[in-house]
């Protein structure tokens, strides 16, 4: 493939939520240079090519005018949704850009500034608006959000417009509150990004449980006697149960004779019929709160991303030990306790330790460059990619690989509603 186009732009992304909790979309944010032409119609071949029916919606948001003067010439109406920043349409060839694109049918998403809407003479142009509600409209959600049915029983109040409707993806939601607000009584179509913090405070006096939905999953693929590398991949996208998992593998009464610093080795020594015992005693206090899904699904992307930045070939023993880099470098959030104190209690290689700790030795570029795509932080990669010495495109192309083979759930559309 041809670095002419991946080789000179800059990418982040961020999921988009649903009210199910999953990853339903991506913003995929797209700078370049100024003196850099970028051929529009190689950029969505090369997104088509990475991006399937089952990938999560990519929503293509666009820095460079000339750029998205080409995308939205070019894009296909069933191709990647095209958000237009609200400053843009202020310039009449990006309007007119947008009305044609509209005609065509193509997927458009109006996004503003904090407090700002679509205005009248482009609204209709866009399927869905991309929102950041400024401090009064988020003080007015949250109050219309003591008024859904069945609150307290305090005297009648007056009926409060929320600013919040079901065709809006809110961005910078500040609270786990809102967040509700927007998706469970509003039925808002996303939220981009999640109030990590927020969610985990209400945590900070009692331990995050593992999720028991993957618990339950899991149970059932040990009964089936399911692959071992299918067991594995479950049990990886579940932070403190593998967590949990290698601080059993580990603990005193099992008495192994060797430190287990991989699942696989766990699960080999253990056996499936010790694991699933394992599984049904953590059953009993899981959580199945669906909140947490996207604070457990960013720990994974970043895991996956660091995992795939270093390509180990087929050495899986290699690949294991990257993606348990990337996944403790955040473990920390969901046990609420210090990341050094955490991982203490495990046996992990030293370049793991020197990856997560002191930025160094061989993981280090690839976990700082997958923390780095992340959005906002993606206008430092192409500067760690030239202190490093790995290639921009290359990193573009596996972030566009690790995004398109997230799942969403199955019952997601692509239509915009």
């Known amino acids: 493939m041809s670095p002419t186009v991946l080789g000179h732009l800059t990418l982040g992304y961020q999921p988009v939520w649903n009210r199910l909790r999953q990853a339903v979309a991506v913003m995929l944010f797209i700078d370049q240079p100024d003196d850099i032409a970028v051929d529009a119609v190689h950029l969505l071949a090369t997104l088509d090519q990475a991006w399937s029916e089952q990938s999560p919606v990519p929503i293509l948001c666009v820095q460079p005018r000339k750029l998205l003067l080409d995308l939205l010439e070019h894009t296909a109406p069933d191709g990647p949704w095209v958000a237009v920043q609200e400053a843009h349409l202020a310039d009449p060839a990006v309007a007119g850009q947008v009305h044609a694109a509209h005609r065509r049918g193509v997927q458009l998403l109006w996004r503003g500034e904090p407090g700002h809407r679509a205005g009248a003479d482009t609204a209709a142009c866009f399927a869905l608006s991309v929102i950041t509600l400024n401090a009064g409209e988020a003080l007015l959600g949250l109050?219309?959000?003591?008024?859904?049915?069945?609150?307290?029983?305090?005297?009648?109040?007056?009926?409060?417009?929320?600013?919040?409707?079901?065709?809006?993806?809110?961005?910078?939601?500040?609270?786990?509150?809102?967040?509700?607000?927007?998706?469970?009584?509003?039925?808002?179509?996303?939220?981009?990004?999640?109030?990590?913090?927020?969610?985990?405070?209400?945590?900070?006096?009692?331990?995050?449980?593992?999720?028991?939905?993957?618990?339950?999953?899991?149970?059932?693929?040990?009964?089936?006697?399911?692959?071992?590398?299918?067991?594995?991949?479950?049990?990886?996208?579940?932070?403190?149960?593998?967590?949990?998992?290698?601080?059993h593998a580990n603990s005193a009464a099992l008495g192994l004779r060797s430190d287990v610093e991989s699942l696989r080795h766990g699960l080999m020594l253990l056996g499936l019929s010790n694991f699933k015992n394992w599984l049904l005693a953590q059953l009993p206090h899981a959580a199945s709160d669906t909140d947490l899904h996207p604070v457990r699904g960013a720990m994974v992307l970043r895991a996956r991303l660091t995992e795939q930045l270093l390509d180990a070939g087929e050495e899986e023993k290699l690949r294991s030990e990257v993606y348990l880099c990337g996944l403790l470098s955040q473990v920390d959030l969901v046990l609420g306790e210090p990341l050094a104190t955490a991982l203490q209690r495990i046996p992990v290689s030293e370049r793991i330790s020197a990856a997560i700790h002191g930025n160094a030795g061989p993981y280090a570029p690839y976990l700082e460059i997958a923390t780095a795509l992340e959005y906002p932080r993606m206008d430092t990669v192409p500067a760690l990619c030239e202190e490093h010495g790995i290639d921009l495109g290359e990193v573009n192309r596996v972030l566009l690989r690790v995004l398109a083979a997230a799942q969403p759930h199955p019952g997601k559309g692509r239509e915009a509603d």
Request: hydrophobic share 40%; aromatic share 6%.
């Open 143 to 247: 109050r219309a959000s003591l008024e859904k049915p069945g609150g307290d029983s305090g005297a009648p109040r007056d009926p409060i417009k929320s600013p919040v409707q079901a065709d809006q993806i809110f961005e910078a939601v500040p609270s786990r509150v809102l967040v509700e607000h927007c998706l469970d009584q509003r039925a808002a179509w996303g939220v981009a990004g999640w109030p990590v913090d927020d969610v985990l405070f209400s945590y900070r006096e009692r331990p995050i449980q593992p999720d028991r939905q993957t618990i339950t999953r899991l149970v059932a693929l040990t009964d089936t006697d399911a692959p071992l590398d299918l067991i594995e991949h479950m049990l990886a996208e579940e932070p403190v149960l593998v967590y949990r998992f290698l601080l």
